[in-house]
């Protein structure tokens, strides 16, 4: 069962992010021009913050294979739609198909776990699903980058369609109905709010993290402002309501809350860095996009192989041993990066990557399964769709907040610069603009070391109930 899950979601991860590095020849195939390839990220991402919160009730409503075959098919259908794409338009309905799968997938896996394994094995578990999460997106700018230059772009989907289709078979072979149907009724009004509502903020963070847009956008203004209008009102629809669509009463357990900012500052750390490290890498130390997925793969490969390990340490010793440590290596390597210039040696950012890499490994997943311990079975799903949404929301926001530091300190050390080649100085600038986006992510991991001073461990008991430790 869980092969099945893991490798489906492998796969889905791959393309999420395999084909970001194909965004540039997808232009120039399709004749399109930077704005409108951006819809083949800022659509994955829409469908995702539109779905999400919506997991929680579906698995409340379809059984566990129910939901994995629809997530199957979509992302099958997804995939071979985009690998025979003839143009820009058929390719975005693809990637809407793959993100309509994985936004099923996803939570499934997480919510599958806490049913399936007993609470003192659950870190283990989760950690397997780091792993996958990780691991996928780290060699896909390598392949995908092999792939284009040797083959076509279509053999990114060429490549993910058996892997899926034995996912299904493993699936439909082993996986069981882990979950009762409880049938919550459907509340409408929830519905159109949360679509509105997180569709608005997801776009408009999206569109601030476009060079063009940015955020003096008045399209980012408005879809902002919507955003939270419409998310405060479904907020109140879900508090005033007997069965809500989103259960917020997770947020009445601490340690979820605890865990839920602990992961939320690790995804902005993890977002912020996957984007500026191969702006950097590539624009001020010149790399090529095939060498800098090559630099980046080994700490973004460790960081997945070491997810099992840091589950079954979590298992033995908590969460406190493994966040606060964790942190400390974070605040460490993005102090180092704080520092980062034009003539910045390879190998010392590799270095740098590899123990950023491996603290948030120790931060990520006991954090988030020291969580999802401490909420009754009940609300499990909604637990699993929380966390599973506020990431996508997280992302979004992490991504135009790093781009506009960028960008703006490009800018201004443009302006200050006194070298006198362009070249040198726009490598210098870039330079000073990581440090930046390194400078806000160090923040933020301060933040989170002091959030991780408050982590406790939930212990389960056999009936069910949940308390803290030290």
């Not at 069962?1 to 791959?14: E, N, P, Q």
């Not at 820009?88 to 309905?93: K, Q, S, V």
């Not at 419409?230 to 109140?236: E, I, M, P, S, T």
Request: proline share 4%; net charge positive.
């Amino acid at each position: 069962m869980m092969t099945s899950l893991l490798v489906c979601g492998f796969v889905g991860m791959f393309s999420e992010t395999a084909l970001n590095i194909a965004i540039s020849h997808l232009m120039e195939v399709f004749h399109i021009s930077a704005s409108a390839a951006q819809w083949l990220t800022t659509g994955y991402l829409l469908t995702l913050g539109i779905l999400m919160p919506m997991t929680g009730l579906l698995l409340q409503w379809f059984t566990s294979r129910q939901l994995f075959i629809i997530s199957l098919v979509s992302s099958i259908t997804g995939t071979l739609i985009a690998a025979m794409a003839f143009g820009f338009e058929m390719l975005l309905a693809a990637r809407v198909l793959q993100a309509i799968g994985m936004s099923l997938l996803l939570p499934l896996l997480f919510n599958m776990i806490l049913v399936a394994y007993p609470p003192e094995k659950r870190g283990a578990a989760m950690g397997s699903v780091g792993l996958v999460i990780m691991f996928a997106p780290a060699i896909a700018p390598s392949l995908s980058g092999l792939l284009i230059e040797y083959l076509s772009w279509r053999y990114i989907f060429w490549f993910s369609l058996p892997l899926l289709g034995i996912g299904l078979l493993i699936g439909l072979r082993y996986l069981e109905n882990a979950t009762k149907r409880t049938k919550p009724p459907i509340d409408l009004l929830s519905i159109v709010l949360s679509t509105i509502g997180f569709g608005s903020v997801v776009f408009g963070f999206s569109k601030a993290g476009e060079a063009e847009a940015g955020w003096t956008s008045m399209a980012v203004t408005v879809f902002l402002l919507i955003g939270i209008v419409f998310l405060a009102l479904f907020v109140l629809r879900q508090l005033t309501i007997p069965q809500p669509l989103l259960n917020l009463n997770v947020f009445r357990y601490p340690m979820f809350t605890v865990g839920q900012s602990i992961i939320l500052i690790g995804m902005l750390i993890i977002v912020s860095s996957m984007i500026i490290l191969p702006i950097y890498l590539q624009n001020s130390l010149k790399f090529s996009a095939f060498t800098t997925g090559l630099l980046l793969l080994p700490g973004s490969a460790l960081n997945g192989i070491l997810s099992p390990s840091m589950g079954r340490l979590f298992d033995k010793h908590g969460p406190k041993r493994l966040v606060i440590p964790g942190f400390l290596v974070i605040a460490t390597t993005l102090g180092f990066y704080c520092w980062i210039t034009a003539s910045s040696s390879a190998g010392w950012i590799v270095a740098l990557h590899i123990g950023l890499m491996v603290g948030i490994s120790m931060v990520m997943m006991p954090a988030q399964t020291n969580a999802l311990n401490q909420l009754p079975p009940a609300l499990h799903p909604h637990g699993t769709a929380v966390m599973s949404t506020l990431q996508q929301v997280t992302g979004a926001i992490g991504t135009a907040i790093a781009v506009s530091l960028l960008a703006r300190g490009t800018g201004t050390r443009l302006q200050d610069s006194m070298l006198s080649n362009s070249l040198d100085r726009m490598a210098d600038a870039i330079a000073f603009g990581s440090r930046n986006a390194f400078f806000f992510s160090l923040i933020v991991s301060i933040i989170g070391l002091i959030i991780g001073i408050f982590i406790r461990r939930v212990v389960v008991k056999r009936d069910g109930i949940s308390h803290s430790s030290i």
